[in-house]
Antibody, heavy 119, light 107 residues
Framework: EVQLVESGGGLVQPGGSLRLSCAAS????????MSWVRQAPGKGLEWVAS????????FYVDPVKGRFTISRDNAEDSLYLQMNSLRAEDTAVYYC????????????WGQGALVTVSS | DIQMTQSPSTLSASVGDRVTITCQAS??????LAWYQQRPGKAPKLLIY???SLESGVPSRFSGSGSGTEFTLTISSLQPDDFATYFC?????????FGGGTKVQIK
């Protein structure tokens, strides 16, 4: 059974940093593109970042470029999102998601981690 | 970026009704479109990919159609579990984008 479990969410002040982690199991992690998708409270879904199977390719949505970094550790079956210079508008539930391929849909989702940026 | 517009934003229906949700892309995306269902407090769940392919385990009352810029998600006979919010997503571009969502509520 595919499982994606996020951790690391919480309350952080504007300008602060936070690192999200996602533990994957139930599939061969190193053969899939992985992504982060977020959802602000009461709002729709926004793709945040994607990373290639071997970590050699990364893509970001414009509002987070230069502030967020997606990475992975295939030996540990783990995905990460380092978030710096956080803003109030980054407040959201962040989902770890498996992509069916490059430039593709999301076939499995984690339960989400809430990040709240507030003073 | 490719903009995805869903309509309606809210839909009121009864159990047994046939329901249709529309998604329009700002430019042609061929058939690179997926549909998701999200129940309150839960993560989204994949229903349809490549515009009309049903994900394994999804009931056959769900169907998708369309290509180019116009797409529809149809629920042939609405069930109690189907009251939820539905999102479309394009994957023609590496900058993946979602529609704003359609909330299906009880009439």
């Amino acid at each position: 059974e595919v499982q994606l479990v996020e951790s690391g969410g919480g309350l952080v002040q504007p300008g602060g940093s936070l690192r999200l982690s996602c533990a994957a199991s139930g599939f061969t992690f190193s053969t899939y593109w992985m992504s982060w998708v977020r959802q602000a409270p009461g709002k729709g879904l926004e793709w945040v970042a994607s990373i290639k199977e071997d970590g050699s390719g990364r893509f970001y949505v414009d509002p987070v470029k230069g502030r967020f970094t997606i990475s992975r550790d295939n030996a540990e079956d783990s995905l990460y999102l380092q978030m710096n210079s956080l803003r109030a508008e980054d407040t959201a539930v962040y989902y770890c998601v498996r992509q069916a391929g490059w430039r593709s849909y999301f076939d499995y989702w984690g339960q989400g981690a809430l990040v709240t940026v507030s003073s | 970026d490719i903009q995805m517009t869903q309509s309606p934003s809210t839909l009121s229906a009864s159990v047994g009704d046939r329901v249709t949700i529309t998604c329009q892309a700002s430019q042609s995306i061929s058939s690179w479109l997926a549909w998701y269902q999200q129940r309150p407090g839960k993560a989204p769940k994949l229903l349809i990919y490549k515009a009309s392919s049903l994900e394994s385990g999804v009931p056959s009352r769900f169907s998708g159609s369309g290509s180019g810029t116009e797409f529809t998600l149809t629920i042939s006979s609405l069930q109690p579990d189907d009251f939820a919010t539905y999102f479309c997503q394009q994957y023609d571009s590496y900058s993946l984008t979602f529609g704003g969502g359609t909330k299906v509520q009880i009439k």
